[in-house]
């Protein structure tokens, strides 16, 4: 190709790189964090802000996690929260996490397994700043939506990921919680399991790298070790801590039944709430057809499982 050629292809390249519209900044938090985009592991997504509650004692921390399907959002959706946890001496960590795009980037296997495993390095990271940040060890509990409250119970009914023989201090610190309470929040990754509950549900193929929930049930088999490992409800025991879990949607939401969204039905946690009856776990259950006057919201339900 002659070299007059090739500069005027190089320029074009250049004018569509220049072209490029730059990455859409944060908006700006309403209370300044006490630490802003703070690396926990190497990926440019592995960041956190915290915001430290003033105590004379260590104070309990909420460990939000945002929601989005694991394919966009971030740590802003939880920005209007801040100061409510606040008030009532609670640290908070809002976290970003390696999106689906960047698990396929990177060939992760599962892609699921970038999302969820970053959330429980950032939670051994903020563990490992205990003493630095004034944290309560003992009284750390997460939150999140949709996605979000997925990552968290699955973080909160996993067995513990501390590895007490690494030689990074960050990964030898426990991922166990004191509680979580989450808000529209999915609970399984078997599609046999979730369509005989919600017969139109569609969500959670891209866990594994497939495009339809037909194509993970053609392959269950085959996944079924990822779908256990997974699946929060897979991982209930009577070990577990107090699981808080909220939801809107049909007021006459029923298994077995059509519903309007059925990614973030109540049914989904009725039938986790049953589970972890079943396993003896205290467990406290809110939606628009069995509301939860005493605790209407995962807020509410948090600052009373962490001030108590």
């Keep these: 190709?002659?070299?007059?050629?090739?500069?005027?292809?190089a320029g074009l390249v250049a004018s569509v790189a220049i072209a490029q519209p730059?990455?859409?900044?944060?908006?700006?938090?309403?209370?300044?964090?006490?630490?802003?985009?703070?690396?926990?592991g190497p990926h440019e997504r592995n960041k956190l802000d915290f915001w430290q509650a003033k105590a004379d004692k260590p104070t309990p921390l909420v460990f939000c996690i945002h929601g989005g399907g694991w394919s966009n959002g971030d740590k802003s959706s939880y920005y209007s929260r801040v100061k409510g946890f606040l008030e009532k001496g609670i640290s908070v960590v809002t976290i970003n996490y390696r999106l689906m795009k960047q698990a396929n980037e990177?060939?992760?296997?599962p892609p699921v397994k970038a999302p969820l495993e970053d959330a429980a390095r950032a939670l051994q990271f903020v563990r490992s700043k205990a003493k630095e940040w004034n944290i309560d060890k003992t009284k750390i509990a997460a939150t999140g939506g949709s996605a979000g409250a997925c990552s968290s119970l699955w973080l909160a009914l996993h067995d513990d990921m501390?590895?007490?023989?690494?030689?990074?201090?960050?990964?030898?610190?426990?991922?166990?919680?004191?509680?979580?309470?989450v808000d529209g929040a999915q609970v399984s990754l078997d599609p046999k399991e979730t369509r005989e509950w919600l017969p139109n549900y569609t969500y959670g193929a891209h866990a594994f790298g497939?495009?339809?929930?037909?194509?993970?049930?053609?392959?269950?088999?085959?996944?079924?070790?990822?779908?256990?490992?997974?699946?929060?409800?897979?991982?209930?025991?009577k070990?577990?801590?107090p699981?808080?879990?909220?939801?809107?949607?049909?007021?006459?939401?029923?298994?077995?039944?059509?519903?309007?969204?059925p990614t973030h039905s109540p049914v989904l946690g009725m039938m986790l709430a049953e589970k972890l009856k079943t396993a003896a776990v205290d467990v406290t259950f809110h939606s628009t057809g069995q509301p939860n006057e005493k605790f209407p919201t995962s807020q509410a339900y948090l600052?009373?499982?962490?001030?108590k």
């Design 162 to 181: 501390a590895d007490p023989r690494s030689d990074d201090p960050v990964k030898r610190e426990s991922t166990r919680l004191l509680c979580v309470g």
């Design 243 to 261: 699981i808080g879990l909220f939801y809107k949607g049909d007021k006459d939401a029923k298994p077995g039944a059509t519903h309007p969204d």
């Design 106 to 109: 990177q060939k992760v296997d």
């Design 22 to 40: 730059p990455a859409k900044p944060l908006p700006k938090p309403p209370i300044e964090p006490t630490a802003a985009d703070l690396s926990y």
């Design 1 to 9: 190709m002659p070299s007059r050629t090739l500069s005027a292809l």
């Design 210 to 237: 497939r495009k339809s929930l037909d194509e993970v049930e053609k392959d269950r088999e085959k996944l079924a070790q990822w779908i256990k490992e997974y699946s929060p409800i897979t991982h209930v025991s």
């Design 303 to 307: 600052i009373h499982m962490l001030t």
């Design 239 to 241: 070990d577990d801590p």
